[in-house]
C-alpha cells in the first residue's frame, strides 16, 4: 500500500486544503478518530504538501521538486516525526524537548516545517507538559499534526489548543472497495466478514486479510466447535490455545457468542458478522440459552482485562477455566 490518500480521506482533505489555500491553517490539528482509519498516511500527506514547492491545484504534492524527492526518501530537513522509541512505549520529555528546539529553527529547504506526533496519547505527562508551552506560544511556518486513537487520553489544556480533525469509518461498499483492491485474492464474505471484525476499520481489516487472522479464525473455531461436541478433551484444546495471542482467541469467542446471541433472539441470519460459520451457529444456539450466552460474555469480558492488565497470569489455566465455564452453560451435543 502506497502513503497515497485513501478514498474516506476525501472530504477531511478538501476542506484542510482550502484553508490552506486561504492560509488559514491552525498552528496545530488534531487528527482524530478510531485506529485503522489512516490518520498518520493523511498527516504525512499533509505534511508533504505543506513542504512541496509547486503543489497541483486539489493539493497534490508535484513529486518532481527537491522537497518531493526528499520526502520520498525520508529525508527531508524540514519534517519531524515524533514517536514512541518502540511499540506501546511512552513518547518522552527529552523527545518533546528536542521537538521544541527543532520548531525554533528556520526552515531549511521549504516554506513550513512539520512536527507529526504519533500518537499523541503516547506522551507521558511530562512530555504533554512540555508540549503545552509550544501550544500557547505558536512558532510562525511550523505545523504541527497530533494524531490520536484516544483524544481523551490527552490533556485537556492540549486538546483545547488544537483544532481537530475527526475521522469517521467509511461506509462499507467504499471500504470494501478498497479492500478487493489491495488484494484480489479475497471473497467478498471474507472481505465483509473480516471489515466487521476490524470494527469498520479498513486498514484493521487489510492487516486481518494479510496476516492470515481467517485461516487462525477457522482453526480456533473447529477447536472449540470439536470441544462443544466432546470431541477434543479440555487439557489439549486449553495447551494449544493458551500458545495463542490470548486477546485474539477471546476476540474470536466473543463475536461468536455474539453471534448466538443474536441468531437466539431474532432466528434470522441477516444480522449475524460470522455469517460463514451460520450453519454450526445454529447447532450450538440449539443447546444454549440466551441468559448462558450472556453470562460467558461477561466472563470473557472479565478475562480480557486480565489479559489486559498484564498482571503474571496462567494462560492455559485462564483457559481452561473459560472453556469450563462454557462446557457448564451447554447441553450435550451430539457429533
Ligand atoms: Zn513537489
Known amino acids: 500500500m502506497s502513503d497515497a490518500l485513501?478514498?474516506?480521506?476525501?472530504?477531511?482533505?478538501?476542506?484542510?486544503?482550502?484553508?490552506?489555500?486561504?492560509?488559514?491553517?491552525?498552528?496545530?490539528l488534531l487528527l482524530a478518530g478510531d485506529a485503522g482509519l489512516g490518520k498518520q498516511i493523511f498527516a504525512k500527506q499533509f505534511a508533504h504538501v505543506l513542504l512541496c514547492s509547486q503543489p497541483l491545484v486539489g493539493g497534490t504534492p508535484c513529486q518532481q521538486c527537491h522537497a518531493c524527492h526528499l520526502m520520498a526518501a525520508e529525508t527531508h530537513p524540514d519534517f519531524h516525526l515524533v514517536q514512541p522509541e518502540a511499540e506501546g512505549k511512552a513518547i518522552k520529555i527529552d523527545q518533546v524537548r528536542a521537538l521544541i528546539e527543532y520548531s525554533y529553527k528556520t526552515p531549511q529547504i521549504s516554506a513550513w516545517k512539520v512536527i507529526v506526533i504519533a500518537p499523541a496519547d503516547a506522551m507521558n505527562i511530562n512530555a504533554a507538559n512540555a508540549l503545552l508551552k509550544t501550544l500557547e506560544e505558536p512558532v510562525s511556518n511550523t505545523q504541527l499534526l497530533l494524531v490520536t486513537a484516544r483524544p481523551m487520553a490527552l490533556l485537556a489544556t492540549i486538546r483545547s489548543r488544537c483544532q481537530a480533525l475527526q475521522f469517521k469509518t467509511p461506509d462499507s461498499s467504499t471500504a470494501f472497495q478498497w479492500l478487493r483492491n489491495q488484494q484480489e485474492d479475497v471473497s467478498e464474505e471474507?472481505?465483509?466478514?473480516?471489515?466487521?471484525?476490524?470494527?469498520?476499520?479498513?486498514?484493521?481489516?487489510?492487516?486481518?486479510?494479510?496476516?492470515?487472522?481467517?485461516?487462525?479464525?477457522?482453526?480456533?473455531?473447529?477447536?472449540?466447535?470439536?470441544?462443544?461436541?466432546?470431541?477434543?478433551?479440555?487439557?489439549?484444546i486449553s495447551k494449544v490455545w493458551s500458545t495463542h495471542d490470548l486477546h485474539r482467541v477471546i476476540f474470536h469467542l466473543q463475536s461468536w457468542v455474539q453471534d448466538l446471541t443474536k441468531?437466539?433472539?431474532?432466528?434470522?441470519?441477516?444480522?449475524?458478522?460470522?455469517?460463514?460459520?451460520?450453519?454450526?451457529?445454529?447447532?450450538?444456539?440449539?443447546?444454549?440459552?440466551?441468559?448462558?450466552?450472556?453470562?460467558?460474555?461477561?466472563?470473557?469480558?472479565?478475562?480480557?482485562?486480565?489479559?489486559?492488565?498484564?498482571?503474571?497470569?496462567?494462560?492455559?489455566?485462564?483457559?481452561?477455566?473459560?472453556?469450563?465455564q462454557w462446557s457448564d452453560s451447554i447441553s450435550v451435543m451430539p457429533a
Request: aromatic share 10%.
Open 190 to 236: 471474507q472481505v465483509r466478514i473480516l471489515f466487521h471484525l476490524a470494527q469498520k476499520a479498513p486498514l484493521r481489516a487489510l492487516n486481518f486479510i494479510r496476516s492470515e487472522e481467517w485461516e487462525f479464525r477457522a482453526q480456533l473455531f473447529s477447536e472449540w466447535l470439536q470441544y462443544t461436541r466432546h470431541q477434543l478433551d479440555l487439557v489439549s
Open 263 to 324: 441468531w437466539i433472539q431474532t432466528g434470522s441470519f441477516d444480522a449475524l458478522v460470522n455469517t460463514d460459520l451460520a450453519a454450526m451457529l445454529k447447532d450450538i444456539a440449539a443447546r444454549v440459552d440466551e441468559q448462558s450466552c450472556y453470562r460467558f460474555l461477561d466472563q470473557l469480558n472479565q478475562a480480557n482485562a486480565w489479559v489486559h492488565s498484564k498482571i503474571a497470569l496462567n494462560a492455559q489455566l485462564l483457559i481452561e477455566q473459560l472453556l469450563v
Open 6 to 28: 485513501l478514498p474516506w480521506h476525501q472530504p477531511l482533505w478538501e476542506r484542510l486544503q482550502q484553508r490552506r489555500q486561504a492560509s488559514n491553517l491552525p498552528h496545530a
